[in-house]
C-alpha cells in the first residue's frame, strides 16, 4: 500500500492511430457534404478508419505497450488493465482480457469500463483509486475505439465526426504533491436518449429487422449534445480547479474531448483561457470517443508542451450522457 502522503500520477503515455486516412473529400463522394460544411461545423479535416481484419483490443495492445516503454514499467508488474470503450472486440470476453493476453500481463485483473467518451477520466478515476487503497501498484489504462465500425455511413449527420483510435497511460506512484490533484466523474442518465446505439444488447438484440432498421448504428440528437458539452466541460474544470485549492490563472494547459472545435471554443471562453493552453489535434483523428484525450495528452507530451509541474485539467463528456476531469500537476 503506498502512503496517504504520496502522489498518484501517469507515469507514460501511448497512442495508436490506424493509417487509413479519410478525408473531409473522400466523405464528399459518399453522402451530401462538403470540406466547408465539415471543417467549419466541427474543426475536423481527416479521421483513421481501422483496417477491416483487425479490431479494438489490436489499437489498444499497440498503444499499452508504447506506454509501459514510456514508463518503464514491464508487463508483469501491471496489477489491472482497465479498457475503456464502447466498441469492444465482443460482449464477452472483455477486450482487457484480450490485452491482457497479448500484452503478458500475467499478473494483472482486466476488465472493460463504459463511460462512452469519458472513459478515460472514469478510467483514471478507478485506477487512482485502487492504487489509493493499496489493491493495486500499477494501473493500465486504454481508451481504444474503432467507431467507424458503428457508424452509419449514409448518415451526413454522424458519419463526418468519427474515427478509430487508442490512447493508453500507466498509472502508478508519484512523489508527493504531484500527479492527479483531484477528480470529478458525474453522469446525467435522464439525458441518455441523445446519444444512444439502440441495438444489440438485451433490450433490442440483434434482427434481421434492426440490421434492415440500421439500429446498430450511433443515432444522435447533435444539438442536445452540444449544449450539454459545453456545460458539463466548463463546470467540472471549474469543479478541479477548486478541489485542488487552485484558481484558473493556474492551469497551464487544458486537454478536452476532442468532439467538435465550437464545444472545445466555447468551453474555453467559459473558462476565460487563453487559446494557447488548449491541446487540440481533432482536425486530424475526428471523434474517436474515449480515446481522444489521451491521444491529445501523449501528442502535447511528446512534442515537449506540457512539461515537468505544469497543471493539466483533463476534461471530457459523452454519451449516458457522462462527464468528467481530472487536474493533473505534471510529473514523469
Ligand atoms: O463525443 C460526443 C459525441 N457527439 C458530439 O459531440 C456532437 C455534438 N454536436 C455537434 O458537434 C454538432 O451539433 C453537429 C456537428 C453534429 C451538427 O452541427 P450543427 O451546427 O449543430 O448543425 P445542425 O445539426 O443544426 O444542422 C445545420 C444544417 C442542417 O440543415 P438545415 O436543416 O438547416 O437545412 C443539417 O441538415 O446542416 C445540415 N448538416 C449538414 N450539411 C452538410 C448536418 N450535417 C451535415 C453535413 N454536411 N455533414
Redesign the pocket.
Known sequence: MIGNNKGIGILGTGKYLPENIVTNFDLEKM????DE??KT??GISERRFLEKDKATSDMATEAAKIALKDAGVSPEDIDLIIVTTVTPDMAFPSSACLVQDNLGCHNAAAFDLEA??TGFIYGLSMAYSQIRVGLCKHVLVISADTLSRITDMTD???C??FGDGAGAAVIGEVPAEKGILALDIGADGSQGRV?IQPAGGSKMPSTEETVKNRLHYIK?E??E??KF?VRAMADSSRKVIEKAGLQIEDVDFLVP?Q??I??IESSRKKLKLSKDKVVVNLNKYG?M?SATIPVALDEALKEGKIKENDNVILVG???GLTWGSCLLKWHK
Open positions: 453522402v451530401d457534404t462538403s460544411w465539415i461545423r466541427t462512452a467518451c451526413r449527420n454522424t463526418v465526426l446519444l444522435m447533435g444539438n449534445v452540444f458539452a474531448h468532439a467538435n465550437r464545444i471523434n470517443s463528456f459523452g454519451g
